[in-house]
């Protein structure tokens, strides 16, 4: 965090969310012929006589938050009136001739970004790959076939799929993207009295070691816990 501390972070997953939230991008929006099949429901409608919107939905076999969506955009093409309590009536002799593929085309084009973005994020919480690789590819990166980043679950512990990883000894935290690239330091190797900085919080002097961290004084942003591979020897 801003504070210089390992930040930790939990993901919540479980495999059945993915049915769910395919389930609902699916239904989300009504495709070409969904809007047909409701359009021709309307046009059977006699004039000047209204319908419920679940009347024209069954009759349709469509959903009714899709059909009330294909209502929606007739209306707006002046083609549909809306009455109170739900209640539609055509006021176009034929609501097929209305165009309506700009609109259901940016549904197609949002429901398709809306499932890039559960894949991505499926993909993020089942990898058994480094899951900082994953941001950074995600935001364009493309970091080398071996890269680890050292801190996350997958390259730590156990992963979640039962995969072994290394004893922490051997996975050497790596440098994250936005530090200097200079990171053999243990905090082990730092003792009581050395002088060190930190990218956030400048230069400083270590007050004591303990395992993986060590405090230091910073003077002017006091004293702080850090872990050593943050801090550089000066
Ligand atoms: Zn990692």
Known sequence: ????????????YRVEDRQIQGYFLGGKY???????????????????????????????????????????????HGMMREHRGGEWERAAADVTTADLSRELTDYEERRALDRRKLEAMIGYSQTARCRTRLILEYFGESPPEDFRCGHCDVDTGPSLRGVPAPPAETAAPQPMPWENGDSEHEAEAFAPGD????????????????????????????????????????
């Open 1 to 12: 965090g801003r504070d210089g501390e390992p930040s930790r972070c939990t993901i919540l």
């Open 30 to 76: 009504p495709d070409i012929e969904e809007a047909a099949q409701a359009a021709r429901v309307v046009n059977a409608i006699p004039e000047g006589e209204r319908r419920p919107l679940e009347e024209i939905a069954d009759a349709a076999g469509v959903p009714r938050r899709k059909v009330r969506i294909v209502l929606t955009l007739l209306k707006r």
């Open 195 to 234: 002088e060190v900085s930190h990218p956030t919080f400048g230069e400083g002097v270590v007050l004591e070691v303990r395992s993986e961290r060590a405090e230091v004084d910073f003077g002017g942003h006091g004293v702080r816990t850090i872990r050593g591979d943050f801090l550089t020897r000066i």
